[in-house]
Structures are given as C-alpha cells and as structure tokens.
Nanobody, 127 residues
Framework: QVQLVESGGGLVQAGGSLRLSCAASGRTFSSYAMGWFRQAPGKEREFVAAISWSGGSTRYADSVKGRFTISRDNAKNTLYLQMNSLKPEDTAVYYC????????????????????WGQGTQVTVSS
C-alpha cells in the first residue's frame, strides 16, 4: 500500500524559506512521477509542481516559478519542495501526491491525474 507522509511545514515570515519533504513507502519510489499541490481555506486544491520519475524533468505553476524548486532523492524515497521568497498568498496546506502509471513525465497538473495523496502539512506565511 502506498503511503506518503509530508513534513517541514510551519510558520514563516514573508520573504523566508521552508523545505517540505514527502517520505514515500509501499512500492518502488523511483518509477513514478510525483507532484506537490496546495489548498488554501475556501479554495480548491491547486497544482504547485511536478517531477518526472527520474527527476530529469519538472513543471511549475506560474505563481511559484522561480521561487520554488521540486526535487527527489530516489535513494531515500523522498520528494522535496524548496520554497524561497515566500509570500502570504502561499499560505495553504501542502500535499504530495503520486500516480499509478510508471515512468510518467512531469506534465501531470490536474488533481484527478494523481492516485495517492499524503495527509498534508500546513504552511503559514505572515506579512
């Protein structure tokens, strides 16, 4: 059974940085694309970033491009999201997710394209 556990969230001032981690278990981590999504209160869950199974390709939402970096360590079965220059509008619960189709690229930006989700970690950016 696939399990995803996020960590690293917290409270940070605007302009600060955080690194989120997502520990995966239950299958061969390195064979599957991964993504980060976020959901702010009263809003729909939205795409943040995705990375291919190999880590060689990435994709970002326009709102985070140039500030956030997605990466993965397949030896540690862990996905990361480095978030720099944080803004109050980045405040949300952040979720990692993965798919069932092997060897996918990063062009997976719809919630419905992902099959497994973590429980989320809260990120709060104060102004």
């Amino acid at each position: 059974q696939v399990q995803l556990v996020e960590s690293g969230g917290g409270l940070v001032q605007a302009g600060g940085s955080l690194r989120l981690s997502c520990a995966a278990s239950g299958r061969t981590f390195s064979s599957y694309a991964m993504g980060w999504f976020r959901q702010a209160p009263g809003k729909e869950r939205e795409f943040v970033a995705a990375i291919s199974w190999s880590g060689g390709s990435t994709r970002y939402a326009d709102s985070v491009k140039g500030r956030f970096t997605i990466s993965r360590d397949n030896a540690k079965n862990t996905l990361y999201l480095q978030m720099n220059s944080l803004k109050p509008e980045d405040t949300a619960v952040y979720y990692c997710a993965t798919v069932t189709r092997k060897f996918s690229g990063p062009d997976l930006y719809r919630v419905g394209e992902y099959d497994y989700w973590g429980q989320g970690t809260q990120v709060t950016v104060s102004s």
